[in-house]
């Protein structure tokens, strides 16, 4: 038998929510980008937009694994 221990974390931490929030921004999109405690929060009035800046995340390279909360209609 062998034991480990692992340390889950949840959420994202601050300069790396800084830095998802500055490359949402720098997509040109009409959506505005905001850190509030350990999630991001992007919020569009268009909704091609909000995909647009989901699959531009999603291509990216980011150190941490993100999730997405589907959007209300």
Excluded: C, M, Y
């Amino acid at each position: 038998h062998a034991r480990q221990s692992i340390k889950i974390k949840q959420g994202i931490e601050g300069s790396q929510a800084k830095d998802i929030s500055q490359f949402i921004r720098s997509l040109n999109l009409k959506v505005t980008a905001a850190i509030q405690g350990d999630e991001l929060r992007v919020t569009g009035k268009n909704r091609d937009d909000l995909q647009a800046a989901i699959a531009a995340v999603r291509s990216h390279d980011f150190p941490v694994a993100l999730s997405f909360v589907n959007f209300r209609d």
